[in-house]
């Protein structure tokens, strides 16, 4: 049976009181304290944790057994390690963005009393993984494996982060700024890595399986489907009904290098373009209303359906392939593959 979000919820409170006691042999002030639990609590909890369970569910697949008490509390303990980075980008995000909500509660730095403050926060969500790594993994043989992995992956999205604020910045549109080459880029390395890849690369040093065979086979499958499912929430962002899917899409009014934008850009004529130009990133819902115009005059919805079809097509016959020999399960991937196909939010 997959984890529940409560069974996972459930071991967050005990890595709190480990890093809250890490700090106390600091002699750290009461108040100071205080807030970085606030901001554990804040900026980790909340969310639908799907890169965190993904670990104990990949784990438990891995080993064919249902996990001991222990088992459980450790791959979920890496799980946790997930949505502290998580938190860090988010808590970073949101202060580049100006963005006002996460999870339906203000933004840790539109807080009381947090502000700027917020940067240094960040900082102390990511430092937070190698605490409990060191504390629960030092032991292990694959713990520089497991530091490295951690390291890797973060400089990956911070380098997918770097190319998605320069290619495009909200407060300038330019969209001869965008490509398809540089949307591939900024998705697999803005998310495909740390949502997909390294919660099965985790799993697999867990249960000791991280073959570079292995390692090997679930980056080539997992890169490409974090990179289909972020083409999915672009379209979603401006197809699905904002009842269902929970928000009201804005990456068109954000200017963001969507799927959609550049597939339209590929397609439009010189007047279609000309509307793009005019209307794209820009605060306005009757500009807004112009683009999605065009992406309905170009039949986006039906590229986006070939699209999908043939993705997921290559992504199976890869998941067909699969050497199981040393100990990697094609059932890992077709059980990502099921959350993910035809999802409409």
Known sequence: MPTTLKEFEAIFPQLVEDLSEHCRQYGLPKNILELYQQSLNHNTVGGKCNRGMSVVDTSTLLLSHPLSRDEYFRAATLGWMIELLQAFFLVSDDIMDGSKTRR?????????????????????????????????????????????LFHEVTFQTELGQACDLLTAPEDHVDLDNFSLEKYS?????????????????????????????????????????????????????????????????????????????????RRADASQRAVLQACYGRKDKDAEARVK??????HLDSVYQQYEEQRVAEIRGMIDAVDESQGLKKEVFEEFLRKIYKRSK
Not at 109 to 128: H, K, Q, T
Not at 237 to 252: F, H, R, V
Not at 293 to 298: D, P, Q, R
């Open 185 to 265: 880029f900024i998705v697999i390395f803005k998310t495909a890595y740390y949502s997909f890849y390294l919660p099965v690369a985790l799993a697999l040093h867990f249960c000791g399986l991280a073959t570079p065979l292995n390692l090997r086979q679930a980056r080539a499958i997992l890169i490409p489907m974090g990179e289909y499912f972020q083409v999915q929430d672009d379209y979603l962002d401006a197809y699905a009904d904002p009842a269902t899917l929970g928000k009201i899409g804005t990456d068109i009014q954000d200017n963001k290098c969507s799927w959609l934008v550049n597939q339209a850009l």
């Open 104 to 148: 339906g509660s203000p933004c840790w730095y539109l807080m009381p009393r947090v502000g700027m403050i917020a940067i240094n926060d960040a900082f102390m969500l990511e430092s937070s993984i190698y605490i409990l790594l060191k504390k629960y993994f030092r032991q292990e043989e694959n713990y520089v494996d497991l530091l490295e």
């Open 293 to 298: 115009a065009v992406f309905a005059e170009l």
